[in-house]
Structure formats: structure tokens, C-alpha cells
T-cell receptor, first 113, second 115 residues
Framework: KNQVEQSPQSLIILEGKNCTLQ??????????LRWYKQDTGRGPVSLTI?????NTKSNGRYTATLDADTKQSSLHITASQLSDSASYIC????????????FGSGTRLLVRP | NAGVTQTPKFQVLKTGQSMTLQCAQD?????MSWYRQDPGMGLRLIHY???????DQGEVPNGYNVSRSTTEDFPLRLLSAAPSQTSVYFC??????????????FGPGTRLTVL
């Protein structure tokens, strides 16, 4: 079954600290994996997109990793800021005619001063 | 560029009422789609369109209709609202479909409550 599971469901960290969010998927065939940031009351915004041949991609303080063999990805946030408080959604695209996107339910991150 | 816009931001309906959620994009994107987001669940695809005049069903299409008469607009119609349709609705667009680097742009969402 095509699924994307994220952990933890929620996380609280202090401003300035680092954190890592996890994503495991069983989607097959695999095309690419995406991380989105969703601020409260807004639509998701793309952070990174990675194919199976890419194992690391950065976007400022955000670094995503992908292990296509174990079907795991992580999103590492460095030196967190209050503005990082949001939900982070992992999404996997199927490599078939549907190009269907399978969404995880997200990790809700709260950064406290 | 305004990107992807949605109206209204909030809406309350009574069971059985109909309404249209509006979505427009000014990026000349071919692909547009509608998702719903429910608590504790990932976004689920309702309907999508690969170009003007072409639409298809996603994974949860029941109770919804779409049409695409222009490249810019992709309205979502609720035929007879039910409490199960209480959700946040997002419209998204991308330059085309498929391909690993085809970034999707999401609108700000419409929060719908059906009483």
C-alpha cells in the first residue's frame, strides 16, 4: 500500500536549537520526494524536491536527506527561528502515468523563545 | 504575480446547500488541482486538470464537480453540501504534470464548515 508516515507528530524546541524530522514511505514506483512547509492558515510551500539519485539537498537552514534503499527521508533544521514554527509535510510522487502525490500527515513544529 | 488565489477564505453552509469555491492562477500553468485537508490526515486529491477543457477525478471526487474553461480558472462546485465535506480546501497549480522538478504552488485555502 502506498503510504507516507512522518514522525514525530509534534515537536517543541527552543529557539536556536537544531531538530530533525523523519519520513518513511512505502510508495512504489518512486519518482521523487518533496518537503513542504505549511504555516498556520496558509497553503503548503515547497522546501525541497529530491529524486532517487540525490541523497542531500539544502535550502538555507533546511537540509533534506533521502535514502532510497531504506525508503527514508529526513528534514534537518539548523539554528531554529520562531518563524520555523509550522507543519512540515513529506510528499512522495509515484513514477507512473498518474504521477500521483502521496502526502504524509505532517509534523507540527513549535519553536519557543 | 498574485500566484494562486482562492475565494472565499471562509464559508459556512447548511446541509444540502450548493456553492462554488473559486481558484485562479496567473502563472500560465497547465496543471491545476483541488485537495482537501482534514485533521490528522494528509492532503487528498479531489479533482485535477491537465489543461483547459480536460479534467479528471482524484481519490475523493464524490460530491464535487469541476470544469476548466480557461487556463487561469479552476472552480470547485459542491453539489449538495454534507457535514463530511467540512474541511480546508486547497487549490494548486504547476507548469505541467509529471517530472521530478515540477513544483506545485498552493493557494491560501478555503475553510468550509457544513452544519
Amino acid at each position: 500500500k502506498n503510504q507516507v508516515e512522518q514522525s514525530p507528530q509534534s515537536l517543541i524546541i527552543l529557539e536556536g536549537k537544531n531538530c530533525t524530522l523523519q519520513c518513511n514511505y512505502t510508495v512504489s514506483p518512486f519518482s521523487n520526494l518533496r518537503w513542504y512547509k505549511q504555516d498556520t492558515g496558509r497553503g503548503p510551500v515547497s522546501l525541497t524536491i529530491m529524486t532517487f539519485s540525490e541523497n542531500t539537498k539544502s535550502n538555507g537552514r533546511y537540509t533534506a536527506t533521502l535514502d532510497a534503499d531504506t525508503k527514508q527521508s529526513s528534514l534537518h533544521i539548523t539554528a531554529s527561528q520562531l518563524s520555523d514554527s509550522a507543519s512540515y509535510i513529506c510528499v512522495v510522487m509515484r513514477m507512473d502515468s498518474s504521477y500521483k502525490l502521496i502526502f504524509g500527515s505532517g509534523t507540527r513544529l513549535l519553536v519557543r523563545p | 504575480n498574485a500566484g494562486v488565489t482562492q475565494t472565499p477564505k471562509f464559508q459556512v453552509l447548511k446541509t444540502g446547500q450548493s456553492m462554488t469555491l473559486q481558484c485562479a492562477q496567473d502563472m500560465n500553468h497547465e496543471y491545476m488541482s483541488w485537495y482537501r485537508q482534514d485533521p490528522g490526515m494528509g492532503l487528498r486529491l479531489i479533482h485535477y486538470s491537465v489543461g483547459a477543457g480536460i479534467t479528471d477525478q482524484g481519490e475523493v471526487p464524490n460530491g464535487y464537480n469541476v470544469s476548466r474553461s480557461t487556463t487561469e480558472d479552476f472552480p470547485l462546485r459542491l453539489l449538495s453540501a454534507a457535514p463530511s465535506q467540512t474541511s480546508v480546501y486547497f487549490c494548486a497549480s504547476s507548469y505541467s504534470w509529471g517530472g521530478p522538478y515540477n513544483e506545485q504552488f498552493f493557494g491560501p485555502g478555503t475553510r468550509l464548515t457544513v452544519l
